[in-house]
Each structure stands twice: as C-alpha cells, then as structure tokens.
C-alpha cells in the first residue's frame, strides 16, 4: 500500500514537473524568439512608415506655390484612392459576427460561421452603393486588398490578420449604403435569416479611414507605354 | 477484500495518469507550437518586406523633397512626377507588366442567362480575391480597372462593374508574379477546378505583357475628406 502510494505521488511530481518543462521546450523557445523578433520588425515597419508620412507632409510644405494648386488637388485625390493619406467622413459602421444559431445535431457548423465570401459580398454592396473610402477592423481596403478567412480570424491586405467581431468603416452617403445593405432579399437579410450571422449596420456623422500601413510601390506594374 | 479493492482503484487511477502523460507529451510536441511558429515566420517575412519598401519610399521621398527645396521649376517637377506615381497607383493611369489572363465562360450550350451554374458575380468576386491574395497589383474584368471601390455586381439578368455593364464571356486580367497568380487559380481543389466542375469554361494563361487600361469612372470624393492625422 505504502509502495503503492509512493508511486502514486511520482507519478503526479512528474506529471507537475512535465508541465513547467513545456514552456522550457525548443518549439515554445521557437515561439518566443519568432515573437520578439516579429515585434521588433513592426517597429521597424513602423518608424519607416513615420517617416514616410512626415516626407510627404514636407513636400507639401514645400511646394504651396499659388500655381501648383490644381496639381496639388489631382494628387489629393489620387492618394486617397491610393490609400496613402487618412481620411474622415460621414458614412456607415457594420458590424459582423459569427452565428447564434442553436445547431441540430447533424448541421454542419461550418455553415453558419462568417466566411470570407459574407465579408466580400458586404464590401461589395458598399461599394456599388457608393462608399468612396472603406476599412475592416481599422485595416484600409485598397484596389489590392483580399479578404480571406484562416481559422477564427480573416486576413486582409497579406499580413494583416484581423479578429470577430468584423466591423466594416465605409465614408459615403449613409443612407444610400445602409438601404442597400437592408434591402428586403438583400445582403444582411440572407445573411441574418439563412445563417443567422449577427449583422449591425449603424448609420455615422463621422468616420476616420487610416491610411495603409505600407509601401504601395508596385514591382511588377509599371506605366504603359512609360520607359522600362 | 477492500485491501484489493484500494489497490485495484489506485491502479486505475495509476492508469489514467498514465495515460494522461502519455497524451501530453505526444500533444505538445508537433502540433500547435509548430503552427504559430510558422505564422509568426510568415508574419516576420511579410513585415521585412513592408519595411523594405517603405524605405525605397523613404529614399524615393528625400531626393524629391531635396530637389523640390531648389525653386518654383524643380517644385513643378516633382509635383508631376508625384502626381504621375500617385495615378499608377490609384489606377487612372494604364499599366502594363506580366501577369495572367483568366477567361471564364457559361457552361457550353447554355446561351440563356439563367441557369443555377451560370458565371455569377459571386463567382468573379472570389477570383478577383484570390489574384489579390497572391499579389495581384493592377486588374481589371472586361476592360474595367478594378480599383478600390469597384463592386461586381449581378444587377438585372448582367454584371456591373464600375456601373458599366459587361457580358460573358468575361476577362479577367492581372499583373503580377505569373507563376504565383496562376498556381493560385489552378491548385488543386482551388477555385478553378471547382468552377469546372460545374461546367464553366475557364482558361488561365501567363503572359510576360498584359495591359490594363485605366479607370474611366471620375475619381471624384464627395464625402471622404483627408484626415489631418489617423
């Protein structure tokens, strides 16, 4: 019995013992290493991206001459389509999370997630009801930006992965966008009823898009016909 | 009798221990750690190419402003050549480089519009992402650029795109790395074997030329207003 006992509490030492070892293993090591390391990359990321910003606010100090001004204005407007500056604006916030459907046994509960394609078809209706500028989680959407679901969260412009709730920022006529997306058959309505996804939309005096966090430089497009 | 009794239960209870050891130490080592420590490289990887840009951004950035600083004539320059950069990007200009070209047609003798496995919008939207995802820079579906605000959408018996209607059979054009954007349509079980199977005609070709024609629409904001900071 003694013996018995004794053995008993081995068992449970290294039981203890097994589980403080764990976050002494190569592959948790491995983890460590890769998020410190991923850490200081962002930062690095981001002072360059700092110092972007400030560049192009200075050459915009710099080139206030009266006759550059309709230059001035083109570029304006094609940086923010190219998502280069932040913008603000009255608009819409929806917001998207997964089902509160009671499943049967049976159902598959794969259906009644949020896939990529609800987000997708989301920022489609936006767009054809005239969003001019739109953002999930705070991530800007540019001509580039796929949406794509990996486990729980969804990935948007290659490594920005975001988490449910999704909630989408849109600049444009309020309620233009919000009668499209709750038009009776229409987007939100299948997405609530067939899936039972929670859909909020709400309508916004102002909303505030980042500008992307990157470089827009392409590598593969240039201009047609420019020098190669 | 309970002697046994005592000495059976501590065995099973030994057992389960036992057993408990056993599937932690199996748990821990290959999954999960494997997983995230291969995110978290793919996230590092992604993040030092982001930076790289940006610093040929940084570069790109300081010469204009040097020579900008000079007088009225150099600022006039490197306004245009600001301007010039911005529009490729914002895509009201045309651009050009390699890339794929993805054809996508109704199933064969179906010239009627209705139909369950008629190409939908749906349909364009899903490889329009995927090209995205692999790195797509310009595209465009029927000789309409695809910018930041251009919705597919089915409207009536036809696709909009940027408003315009289109009609199959449709084109979709890409720059980027073509290898990568066409194993992207192509992998196995991917997008494109399932489109065919239910009966669409889909081609996916590389090309090291393809242009894409500018936006047409006007690039005209009337509620989104530059933020002073964000």
């Not at chain 1, 009671?102 to 936006?126: M, W």
């Not at chain 2, 029927?142 to 909009?160: D, H, P």
């Not at chain 2, 980027?176 to 196995?188: M, T, V």
């Amino acid at each position: 019995m003694l013996l018995v006992a004794l053995f008993l509490g081995l068992m449970m030492a290294v039981q203890y013992r097994l589980s403080r070892d764990v976050e002494r293993t190569v592959p948790i090591q491995r983890v460590q290493r890769l998020s410190a390391q991923v850490e200081s990359a962002r930062m690095e990321r981001d002072r360059f991206q700092m110092r972007v910003t400030e560049l192009r606010n200075e050459l915009d100090t710099v080139t206030t001459q009266a006759g550059l001004k309709p230059l001035k204005e083109k570029l304006a407007q094609y940086r923010i389509e190219a998502g280069l500056v932040p913008v603000t604006g009255p608009g819409v916030e929806v917001s998207l999370n997964d089902s509160n459907t009671a499943l049967q046994p049976g159902q598959n509960p794969n259906l009644y997630v949020l896939h990529d394609e609800d987000v997708l078809r989301v920022l489609n209706e936006l767009r054809a009801a005239g969003a001019e500028v739109m953002a999930i989680n705070g991530e800007r959407l540019l001509s580039t930006s796929e949406v794509r679901c990996i486990g729980p969260t969804i990935l948007v412009n290659k490594i920005r992965r975001v988490a449910a709730p999704f909630v989408i920022t849109a600049v444009g006529e309020p309620d233009t966008m919000i009668s499209a997306l709750k038009m009776r058959g229409g987007v939100v309505d299948t997405l609530q009823q067939f899936w039972g996804i929670q859909v909020t939309v709400r309508k916004m005096n102002q909303v505030t898009i980042p500008a992307y966090r990157g470089s827009r430089m392409f590598t593969h497009a240039r201009e047609a016909g420019g020098e190669r | 009798m309970s002697k046994r009794y005592t000495i059976g239960l501590v065995a099973l209870v030994l057992g389960l221990l036992l057993a408990l050891q056993f599937r932690t130490t199996q748990n821990i080592e290959p999954t999960v750690p494997y997983d995230r420590a291969s995110e978290l490289t793919a996230e590092l990887r992604a993040l030092e190419k982001e930076t790289t840009g940006l610093e040929a951004d940084v570069g790109d950035l300081e010469r204009k402003l040097s020579r900008a600083r000079m007088g009225y004539t150099q600022a006039e320059e490197i306004l245009r050549s600001e301007v010039k950069d911005a529009a490729v990007i914002a895509g009201v200009t045309a651009v050009e480089g390699p890339g794929v070209r993805v054809r996508i047609n109704n199933p064969a003798g179906q010239g009627a519009q209705s139909g369950i496995f008629t190409v939908r919008d749906e349909d364009l939207l899903k490889l329009l992402n995927e090209l995205r995802a692999t790195g797509a820079e310009a595209m465009s579906i029927n000789g309409q650029r695809i910018i930041s605000t251009s919705e597919v959408r089915l409207a009536g018996s036809f696709i909009n795109v940027n408003t315009q209607k289109i009609t199959p059979p449709y084109e979709i054009l890409a720059i980027g790395g073509p290898a990568a954007l066409r194993s992207s349509l192509e992998i196995r079980n991917g997008l494109v074997e399932t489109l065919r199977d239910w009966g669409m005609e889909v081609t996916v070709e590389d090309d090291d030329r393809i242009v894409i024609p500018a936006y047409r629409g006007s690039l005209k904001f009337e509620y989104a207003q530059q933020a002073r900071e964000g």
